[in-house]
């Protein structure tokens, strides 16, 4: 890429290119939300003095990520009310098992205590609707992440918050939608409603859905795809059975659908390189699924 290239965003850029959305979201089988009220610098966690002592987030971090969690900050949208109130949530987003627990700590230190294996706190079935809106990470979460939240909380006041770096920064305006672990990418170029709307029918919004958070990248372009070949959108539906490498570099993906056994078999490409976030420097290529086969079969 020349040096002397006019800077674009790179939200923009992943659209010229036509940077596809299945697959590309993290992995993150279990989260661990805190509400950090304020603003927040490049880590929500280890850069934003004003509203967490670092040390206090580094110790945060390292006791969530090794307790097999992935942090993330939330913060009501719109308020800036100094350090606020150390609310939390537990959420599990692993098929089957997803749930939420919520609690409240009068200190920040005390979450250093929370336990972590869903003893504690209250559980909840509200969805959890995060939008990521980390501008300091990159500027295009925070130009396209905001352009959604007021629709979306005017449709689902209570459930909205604008979180910190979900991954995937190209796809701005992403979210998240818990506990089920939905990632959603290109949403200001959506109706953010509908994909709501549809989520509290149980379904998912194909066009959009990046892939799920408890699953791998191949797993998420073999629902996507049969999805698309079976037009079944339910979110309780298609979870893998098995993944397992084929010949030729080849994945072979098994999934259920209601007794069902549904073959996808992918190969795994890589693209030509691209800067990935407006921060990068570097260009590299970055791994993607393409769909050789999908086949429906009933179980022997």
Known sequence: MSTTAAWRPCSDNARDRGDTLPGSGSRGDRWFLVELAGSWGPSAFLDSPSVLDPVLGGALVRRIEGAGFRPLAVREPGRRRGRGRWRWASVDARPGYESVHRGEVSDAADLLDVPLDGSSGIASTETIVAVCTHGRHDRCCAVRGRTILAPAVA????????????????FAGTMIVLPHGLYYGNVDDADVVRILRRHHDGLVT?????????LSGAVQV????????????????L????EAPGPDGRREVLLDHHGDTVEVVLRETRSAPILTTCHARVAGPVRTHEVLSVRPSRPS
């Open 155 to 170: 449709a689902y006041p209570g459930e909205v918050w604008e979180c910190s770096h979900l991954g995937g920064d190209r």
């Open 206 to 214: 194909p066009e959009f859905l990046r892939g799920r958070s408890a």
């Open 222 to 237: 073999a629902q996507h795809a049969a999805r698309t070949v079976l037009q079944d959108f339910a979110i309780d539906t």
């Open 239 to 242: 979870h893998p059975l098995s």
